[in-house]
T-cell receptor, first 111, second 113 residues
């Protein structure tokens, strides 16, 4: 079945540095890859997404890159701020039109 | 209004209790979802409603009973739960089933004693 691997599971960066989280998927038919941010006591919130016909997408300080051949996609956060501290989940939409989530990355931005 | 509202935020229940979780959205979305999330784990899909009809049941035990009274409301009825059912229960909606934009509520933190 579909599997989404996510690394690292925890990540600490100094404020102002960049953070990168990577995910690998197994279903070559997956065509949509969202990233969610979950703060403590809240539900996941969609922060950026990418479709399989695009290689990169950027929205201010966050960007996502997709390598279809290698079946991996990455989240890049630049100029990190303390409010970026949260758990981040990648996801892949598979052929049943539902989503598999990665295992999550707990990001801590140290002021 | 781009919110999915869930009530209650916290719930403690015994194994013999019956309780219900409620979810509401006014974005005109036609797909609504229940997810279960254990601490430090990703959300796991439980049920999908599409146009108020149950579309997907991910082999969830019958002690969880979903209900979709109308296009804006989604309930999850709980009965005879086990301590291992303690988790964060998340409701989500999207414009259509399998739609790209999933909007999540803040969840109900459930503890079963």
């Amino acid at each position: 079945g579909e599997n989404v691997e996510q690394h690292p599971s925890t990540l600490s960066v100094q404020e102002g540095d960049s953070a990168v989280i990577k995910c690998t998927y197994s279903d070559s038919a997956s065509n949509y890859f969202p990233w969610y941010k979950q703060e403590l006591g809240k539900g996941p919130q969609l922060i950026i997404d990418i479709r399989s016909n695009v290689g990169e997408k950027k929205d201010q300080r966050i960007a996502v890159t997709l390598n279809k051949t290698a079946k991996h996609f990455s989240l890049h956060i630049t100029e990190t701020q303390p409010e970026d501290s949260a758990v981040y989940f990648c996801a892949a939409r598979y052929t049943g039109n539902q989503f598999y989530f990665g295992t999550g990355t707990s990001l801590t931005v140290i002021p | 209004d781009t919110e999915v509202t869930q009530t209650p935020k916290h719930l403690v229940m015994g194994m013999t209790n019956k309780k219900s979780l409620k979810c509401e959205q006014h974005m005109g979305h036609r797909a609504m979802y229940w997810y279960k999330q254990k601490a430090k784990k990703p959300p796991e899909l439980m049920f999908v409603y599409s146009y108020e009809k149950l579309s997907i049941n991910e082999s969830v035990p019958s002690r969880f009973s979903p209900e979709c009274p109308n296009s804006s409301l989604l309930n999850l009825h709980l009965h005879a739960l086990q301590p291992e059912d303690s988790a964060l229960y998340l409701c989500a909606s999207s414009p259509q089933e399998g739609g790209e934009k999933l909007f999540f509520g803040s969840g109900t933190q459930l503890s079963v004693l």
